[in-house]
């Protein structure tokens, strides 16, 4: 009678797990949509373009990226947040949209940590805090004793009051104990060109962004922002080998799904990511624009984001940082 009852049971159980089992192993059926909410050209676009058309070789099945840009990311993370959680309607987030923007607005529609499935990190994207080569200082050591000399008089610019270029420099003055002035600019373009003009004397900057104008000697490349050297840059020290023990800035990139996506569709999506990204041609493209390949699981990644979120929220409320 118990051999019977335990064999029933298991009957249900398949019965039950099977609609999930033929699911992981139709997906994915149809073309996937990936939300990238950001502007096209951008490095992350185009790494993120490198991964899926891997991707969708091994699947044999089309990832179409659509670029929906606006306010900072979040018209982009509010569709995916909405979209039936089928695997057929996944993301593309940096950090800035998850752990900055929610520490930045006082309403964001979406909850950064119980919105998304989490799939898989990407990339990080190393950072350098740059100089015109006019600047009385050729290292960290010399530009925080300039600062200590001449305390608010340095600007540095930004793409903006709270983007990634505000943050890394408010975490840089802050642990330098020095005073410095924030010059926002409306978009990262202009505030890199007025760098290199010497309008402005410095900023943190994407190292993919400004490496060619390093190696002309139009930029001086004061240190590295991550806890290693770039690649891009291996002469240069890090801000953490200068003196600043502590410091680390990078930003990320990551794949994530409607909440509720199941769990079937998100493994194979993490397997797959991971899968591309350890294709030697990948690596080699995504490291040859500054990018660290780190593909990881969900679980690495939740975590990841909850840590970054309290983080950029502790370097927010110390500086001050309001977005109007």
């Known amino acids: 009678m118990k051999i019977h009852t335990s064999v029933g049971w298991l009957l249900c159980l398949f019965a039950a797990l099977a609609p999930w089992l033929a699911l992981a192993q139709s997906y994915p059926a149809r073309p996937v949509l ?3 909410p950001l502007q096209g050209g951008s490095s992350l676009d185009v790494a993120i373009r490198i991964v899926t058309q891997k991707m969708s070789e091994n699947m044999g099945q089309q990832i179409v990226i659509e670029n929906q840009p606006g306010a900072a990311g979040m018209i982009g993370a509010e569709r995916v947040m909405r979209a039936a959680p089928d695997g057929y309607t996944l ?29 898989s990190l990407v990339a990080n994207n190393s950072w350098v805090l740059i100089a015109h080569p006019s600047l009385l200082a050729k290292s960290v050591t010399e530009l925080i004793a300039l600062a200590k000399e001449r305390p608010g008089e340095l600007n540095y610019s930004s793409g903006g009051n709270g983007s990634p270029q505000h943050i890394a420099m ?18 990262t373009t202009q505030a890199t060109l007025d760098v290199i003009s010497g309008q402005i004397p410095m900023m943190f900057s994407g190292t993919n962004t400004v490496v060619g104008q390093i190696r002309e000697g139009k930029l001086r490349a004061l240190a590295a ?100």
């Open 91 to 119: 993301a593309m987030f940096n950090d800035s949209v998850l752990t900055m923007i929610p520490n930045l607005r006082k309403t964001v529609a979406y909850d950064p940590v119980r919105s998304f499935a989490p799939v």
């Open 170 to 187: 408010e975490l840089f003055r802050s642990m330098a104990g020095i005073k410095l002035t924030h010059v926002p600019y409306k978009g």
């Open 225 to 324: 922002g991550g806890a290693k050297r770039s690649p891009l840059l291996p002469e240069v020290p890090t801000v953490a080998e200068s003196g600043l023990r502590d410091f680390e800035f990078t930003t990320w990139a990551a794949f994530f799904a409607p909440l509720a996506t199941p769990k079937e569709i998100v493994a194979r999506l993490n397997a797959e990511t991971a899968r591309a990204l350890n294709a030697p041609d990948v690596r080699d493209r995504l490291t040859a624009q500054g990018l660290e390949v780190a593909p990881s699981t969900p679980e690495h990644l939740s975590a990841l984001t909850k840590a970054r979120l309290e983080q950029m929220g502790r370097i927010i409320r110390d500086a001050g940082i309001v977005i109007e």
């Open 34 to 36: 990936m939300i990238m």
